[in-house]
């Protein structure tokens, strides 16, 4: 079994920051991607961050972002810990939404690998 925690949300003014995280736990043998998913109420679920392995074990990987949180956000990985974060900066009033963060995770003992999501977490900018 694997689980995936997200942590970190909250309220923040404009222009603040905020950073998230995404805990992966349970009987893991890698971990090939990691994305942040955003929705607002009444938008469609949308893709803000990604990364993703390419094959290979802890080096290497491309990483690509949505173009409205281009030079704001940052997606990084700890390995060690199996954990994600999405660095927010310069936080807007559009980016208020349930951020969800979505493992690609090999289970140990597995042929092949799954996605995993975490239950979501608030993030609230205020104008």
């Known amino acids: 079994q694997v689980q995936i925690v997200e942590s970190g949300g909250g309220l923040v003014q404009s222009g603040g920051s905020l950073r998230l995280s995404c805990a992966a736990s349970?009987?893991?043998?890698?971990?090939?991607?990691w994305e942040w998913y955003r929705q607002a109420p009444g938008k469609e679920r949308e893709l803000v961050a990604a990364?993703?392995?390419?094959?290979?074990?802890?080096?290497?990987?491309?990483?690509t972002y949505t173009d409205s949180v281009k030079g704001r956000f940052t997606l990084s990985r700890d390995n060690a810990k199996n954990t994600a974060y999405l660095q927010m900066n310069s936080l807007k009033s559009e980016d208020t939404a349930v951020y969800y963060c979505?493992?690609?995770?090999?289970?140990?003992?597995?042929?092949?690998?799954?996605?995993?999501w975490g239950q979501g977490t608030q993030v609230t900018v205020s104008s």
């Open positions: 349970g009987t893991i043998f890698s971990i090939y991607a």
């Open positions: 990364f993703n392995s390419g094959g290979t074990a802890n080096t290497g990987g491309s990483t």
């Open positions: 979505k493992a690609g995770v090999v289970p140990s003992g597995a042929g092949g690998g799954y996605d995993y």
